[in-house]
């Protein structure tokens, strides 16, 4: 898919580096993600060359990511879940107590386009919110082949798939912003 032409030719930037963003947060691995999709967003423009290290271009697309400074601002248990049946014999015979099921977590990306050709001059600074959430696996693990083997991995993975989906509401978000500021 490709959208119009370059919306920053007006400020001469054909060419555009994008860095890896910066990530403050407690969320681990989006920098990358965020980054990767800001990329592939802006690769859609006709007649903007986009690179992803930092090389000689016209203009520099930086982000930052940052979170609040205490846990309770940044995220939160949605959803608890008693241990019990066969979760309980799981835990062998400590008693009974609510294992964290699904949590939500919040931050936000500021986005700054500098045009390096006109005294770092900045073209766009906006901030975007990422919001998301994630279920994790719990299931019993009472023997090798039991579901729960897999706890970790398969609540990694829905972090991560939450992580991706965050990030791809947000670069559309940002295709939103360019095409109507630009």
């Known amino acids: 898919q490709v959208y119009r032409v370059n919306p920053f030719a007006?400020?001469?930037?054909?060419?555009?580096?994008?860095?890896i963003f910066v990530n403050y947060s407690n969320i681990a691995g989006i920098?990358?993600?965020?980054?990767q999709d800001f990329i592939k967003e802006l690769s859609h423009?006709?007649?903007?060359?986009?690179?992803?290290?930092n090389k000689k271009t016209d203009g520099i697309l930086i982000g930052i990511i940052d979170s609040a400074d205490k846990i309770s601002e940044r995220s939160e248990t949605v959803i608890r879940s008693y241990i019990e049946g066969d979760l309980k014999k799981s835990i062998g015979?400590?008693?009974?107590?609510y294992l964290p099921l699904t949590t939500s977590y919040q931050a936000k990306?500021?986005?700054?386009?500098?045009?390096?050709i006109n005294k770092a001059e900045v073209i766009l600074d906006h901030n975007?919110?990422?919001?998301?959430?994630?279920?994790?696996?719990?299931?019993?693990?009472?023997?090798l082949n039991s579901p729960g083997v897999?706890?970790?991995?398969?609540?990694?993975?829905?972090?991560e798939k939450s992580l991706r989906d965050s990030s791809a509401n947000i670069s559309k978000e940002f295709r939103n912003?360019?095409?109507?500021?630009f």
């Open 10 to 19: 007006e400020y001469n930037i054909n060419s555009v580096s994008v860095p």
């Open 31 to 35: 920098g990358p993600i965020l980054t």
């Open 45 to 53: 423009y006709r007649k903007l060359k986009v690179y992803s290290s």
């Open 93 to 97: 015979n400590r008693p009974e107590f």
């Open 109 to 116: 990306l500021r986005v700054v386009l500098i045009n390096k």
């Open 128 to 143: 975007f919110g990422i919001n998301g959430s994630f279920t994790r696996s719990l299931e019993e693990t009472t023997s």
């Open 150 to 159: 897999t706890n970790f991995t398969k609540t990694k993975y829905a972090f």
């Open 177 to 181: 912003v360019v095409l109507n500021v």
